[in-house]
């Protein structure tokens, strides 16, 4: 990707430091996340050079500080986790947490998810989390909402046949908005992301195993219900027909 596409491509997320580390944050980052963080080339990563002896790859998309990706971790020892954040502090808290759990199968990138996105050979990915992103609920930001047609694109090529996109928030209107988009995009490219749900109870009741967020925590006590969606990346051959 040239110079002139990352300075144009719009940005989707907001600051990127908070406050300054903690003295062990600061020293973990120095000596531990060298080896755990991802460095993207100019032609294409295979992810699974990044972890030797896995069975399958996931990747989570702004992990905030962590601590979902760290419990997946723990929970599925045989998946190799990619994280994206550009938030350097959720980046330390989720290294301390590599440190702490003794983790080996996770690995970094400091950086906006979709230049390692369109990096990634065809059919890389198992599963795609996309929690709590940031909705931009001002009209004349919603343009920078992680979900739009360029990122469904990169994630239809990421995603293996049966894989599955995560996307969950507790804002309506992001909410109908993920929806509409990837009616669109099926609309135009062929049917590529099935909805799963059948009933109202499947997309309101969170995922097997799912370890809850602070993100979640706050939406609840502030009254706003999240909505869990999973979409199921369709065979190629269905997409010669749209919905």
Same mark, same amino acid.
């Given at each position: 990707?040239?110079?002139?596409?990352?300075?144009?491509?719009?940005?989707? %997320?907001?600051?990127? *430091?908070?406050?300054?580390?903690? &003295?062990?944050?600061?020293? $973990?980052?120095?000596? $531990?996340?060298?080896?755990?963080?991802?460095?993207?080339?100019?032609?294409?990563?295979?992810?699974?050079?990044?972890?030797?002896?896995?069975?399958?790859?996931?990747?989570?998309? @702004?992990?905030? @500080?962590?601590?979902?990706?760290?419990?997946?971790?723990?929970?599925?020892?045989?998946?190799?986790?990619? @994280?994206?954040? &550009?938030?350097?502090?959720?980046?330390? *808290?989720?290294?301390?947490?590599?440190?702490?759990?003794?983790?080996?199968?996770?690995?970094?990138? /400091?950086?906006?998810?979709?230049?390692?996105?369109?990096?990634?050979?065809?059919?890389?990915?198992?599963?795609?989390?996309?929690?709590?992103?940031?909705?931009?609920?001002?009209?004349?930001?919603? *343009?920078?909402?992680?979900?739009?047609?360029?990122?469904?694109?990169?994630?239809?090529?990421?995603?293996?046949?049966?894989?599955?996109?995560?996307?969950?928030?507790?804002?309506?209107?992001?909410?109908?908005?993920?929806?509409?988009?990837?009616?669109?995009? /099926?609309?135009?490219? @062929?049917?590529?992301?099935?909805?799963?749900?059948?009933?109202?109870?499947?997309?309101?009741?969170? %995922?097997?195993?799912?370890?809850?967020?602070? %993100?979640?925590?706050?939406?609840?006590?502030?009254?706003?219900?999240?909505? %869990?969606?999973?979409?199921?990346?369709?065979?190629?051959?269905?997409?010669?027909?749209?919905?």
């Amino acid at each position: 990707m040239s110079g002139e596409r990352e300075t144009s491509r719009r940005h989707v %997320y907001g600051r990127t *430091k908070g406050k300054a580390l903690r &003295p062990r944050q600061a020293n $973990l980052m120095e000596t $531990l996340y060298p080896g755990v963080s991802i460095s993207l080339g100019e032609g294409l990563l295979d992810p699974h050079a990044l972890f030797g002896d896995v069975d399958e790859v996931w990747l989570e998309i @702004g992990f905030g @500080g962590g601590e979902h990706l760290a419990h997946q971790a723990v929970a599925h020892p045989r998946v190799g986790i990619m @994280g994206c954040e &550009p938030f350097l502090n959720g980046v330390a *808290k989720l290294v301390s947490e590599i440190d702490v759990r003794g983790l080996s199968n996770v690995r970094i990138l /400091n950086d906006d998810a979709r230049f390692l996105l369109e990096r990634l050979p065809p059919a890389a990915l198992s599963r795609v989390f996309i929690l709590y992103p940031d909705p931009w609920p001002k009209k004349r930001h919603n *343009k920078r909402r992680f979900i739009n047609e360029e990122t469904l694109g990169f994630l239809a090529a990421a995603l293996k046949t049966g894989g599955e996109l995560r996307f969950a928030s507790d804002i309506p209107d992001y909410v109908a908005w993920t929806l509409a988009h990837i009616d669109r995009f /099926n609309r135009e490219h @062929g049917k590529t992301f099935v909805w799963t749900a059948e009933r109202a109870a499947d997309w309101r009741t969170p %995922y097997d195993g799912w370890p809850g967020t602070r %993100y979640e925590a706050k939406a609840i006590r502030e009254g706003r219900r999240p909505a %869990y969606l999973t979409f199921r990346r369709a065979c190629p051959d269905s997409q010669k027909s749209a919905i």
